[in-house]
Nanobody
Framework: QVQLLESGGGSVQAGGSLRLSCAASGYTFNSFCMGWFRQAPGKEREGVAIIGSHGTTIYGDSVKGRFTISQDIAKNTLYLQMNSLKSEDTAIYYC????????????????WGQGTQVTVSS
């Protein structure tokens, strides 16, 4: 079974950086899409960054140029490097995985971590 465990959340001042990690097990990297999603108070969950089974990365418009998604296949770990953080980035961040179908990622993703809180203060 697929298990996802996020870590690295915390509190940071605006302009600062955090790196989130997601330890994954029970899936094959080359057949799964992996991604980071977030849910802020009063808002729907949104996609932050996704890496497809083909290796292509996509980012939400609000984080382009600031966040970077990457994966360490040997360590079965997904990362989200977050730079130039803004108060608007405050949210619970979730790691997610789903099997790719015909080159497309599922919507919604199938497997989810427990979430890690990121709080950015101005």
């Amino acid at each position: 079974q697929v298990q996802l465990l996020e870590s690295g959340g915390g509190s940071v001042q605006a302009g600062g950086s955090l790196r989130l990690s997601c330890a994954a097990s029970g899936y094959t990297f080359n057949s799964f899409c992996m991604g980071w999603f977030r849910q802020a108070p009063g808002k729907e969950r949104e996609g932050v960054a996704i890496i497809g089974s083909h290796g292509t990365t996509i980012y939400g418009d609000s984080v382009k140029g600031r966040f970077t998604i990457s994966q360490d296949i040997a360590k079965n770990t997904l990362y989200l490097q977050m730079n130039s953080l803004k108060s608007e980035d405050t949210a619970i961040y979730y790691c997610a995985a789903g099997r790719a179908n015909g080159g497309r990622c599922p919507d919604p993703f199938t497997y989810w971590g427990q979430g890690t809180q990121v709080t950015v203060s101005s």
